[in-house]
């Protein structure tokens, strides 16, 4: 990947996909760490690469109307060349126990909020003509579906629409993509990987078995590289064959 003219904005990068994101971004650029967790995030910048500085960036985007402002701040200490949104949840519910504020707390943090940071970036008053990439992390279970996870599955859809609004109003100058993952191995998904038998339906379903952090950090640099220069409004599937392997359940 080449080095970035700016700082790459990773969200959610406390821990997970987020943290290898920035861990394998810190090779050739300089970061800005978002999430809410500041000790977490100053853990995560001390693992980056010397050569290129993390900054974090203590913010809860559930907090809509202060972005503009808190944007508007981090791009005065330097300009924000790409955004990569990892900050996620997941919170699984049967139907009848779903509320609309429910639903709208997932469609915040990964749809609202990614859309106003790209909007606030791509401002030339707030960040100048800096931003030149967006890559959003979906999942395998916005084009399909699982059971109890109706706002999850609500959330991570409208993010796929938005990957591709966002690809026809940003271009030419900045690309938008989105990489969708299946069930990889963090701590957001580790209280159900700890159970034996969730794990072992989990390897079975998964031709090329349970994901890393890491795999979904090397999808998100080549779609910030030169080599994905001619790719917009995408959504890149990695998820070990799952998707091509069983009836999804």
Same mark, same amino acid.
């Given at each position: 990947?080449?080095?970035?003219?700016?700082?790459?904005?990773?969200?959610?990068?406390?821990?997970?996909?987020?943290?290898?994101?920035?861990?394998?971004?810190?090779?050739?650029?300089?970061?800005?760490?978002?999430?809410?967790?500041?000790?977490?995030? !100053?853990? +995560?910048?001390? =693992?980056?690469?010397?050569?290129?500085?993390?900054?974090?960036?203590?913010?809860?985007?559930?907090?809509?109307?202060?972005? /503009?402002?808190?944007?508007?701040?981090?791009?005065?200490?330097?300009?924000?060349?790409?955004?990569?949104?990892?900050?996620?949840?997941?919170? /699984?519910?049967?139907?009848?126990?779903?509320?609309?504020?429910? @639903?709208?707390?997932?469609? +915040? @943090?990964?749809?609202?909020?990614?859309?106003?940071?790209?909007?606030? $970036?791509? $401002?030339?008053?707030?960040?100048?003509?800096?931003?030149?990439?967006?890559?959003?992390?979906?999942?395998?279970?916005?084009?399909?579906?699982?059971?109890?996870? +109706?706002?999850?599955?609500?959330?991570?859809? *409208?993010? !796929?629409?938005?990957?591709?609004?966002?690809?026809?109003?940003?271009?030419?100058?900045?690309?938008?993509?989105?990489?969708?993952?299946?069930?990889?191995?963090?701590?957001?998904?580790?209280? *159900?990987?700890?159970?034996?038998?969730?794990?072992?339906?989990? !390897?079975?379903?998964?031709?090329?078995?349970?994901?890393?952090?890491?795999?979904?950090?090397?999808?998100?640099?080549?779609? @910030?590289?030169?080599?994905?220069?001619?790719?917009?409004? =995408?959504?890149?599937?990695?998820?070990?064959?799952? +998707?091509?392997?069983?009836?999804?359940?």
């Amino acid at each position: 990947m080449a080095q970035a003219a700016g700082s790459i904005l990773v969200t959610g990068a406390s821990s997970g996909i987020g943290a290898a994101v920035a861990l394998r971004l810190s090779e050739s650029s300089p970061l800005v760490l978002g999430g809410r967790d500041l000790p977490r995030l !100053e853990r +995560t910048a001390a =693992q980056c690469r010397r050569s290129h500085p993390a900054r974090s960036w203590a913010y809860d985007l559930q907090d809509l109307a202060g972005l /503009p402002e808190a944007v508007a701040a981090l791009a005065r200490e330097g300009p924000i060349s790409a955004f990569v949104h990892c900050a996620g949840s997941v919170n /699984p519910l049967p139907l009848r126990n779903v509320t609309p504020d429910q @639903l709208l707390e997932p469609l +915040t @943090l990964h749809v609202l909020a990614a859309a106003e940071i790209a909007r606030l $970036l791509s $401002l030339k008053r707030i960040n100048g003509s800096s931003l030149t990439s967006i890559v959003l992390i979906g999942s395998i279970w916005g084009p399909f579906a699982a059971k109890g996870h +109706t706002a999850y599955v609500v959330s991570k859809a *409208a993010l !796929e629409g938005l990957t591709r609004g966002l690809a026809v109003d940003l271009a030419p100058r900045v690309t938008v993509n989105a990489v969708l993952p299946g069930a990889v191995d963090t701590p957001m998904a580790g209280r *159900a990987l700890e159970d034996p038998q969730v794990r072992t339906r989990l !390897e079975t379903d998964y031709p090329l078995g349970i994901g890393t952090p890491e795999a979904i950090a090397g999808a998100v640099a080549f779609l @910030l590289s030169r080599d994905a220069g001619w790719i917009t409004g =995408q959504s890149l599937t990695v998820d070990g064959g799952r +998707t091509i392997h069983l009836p999804l359940k």
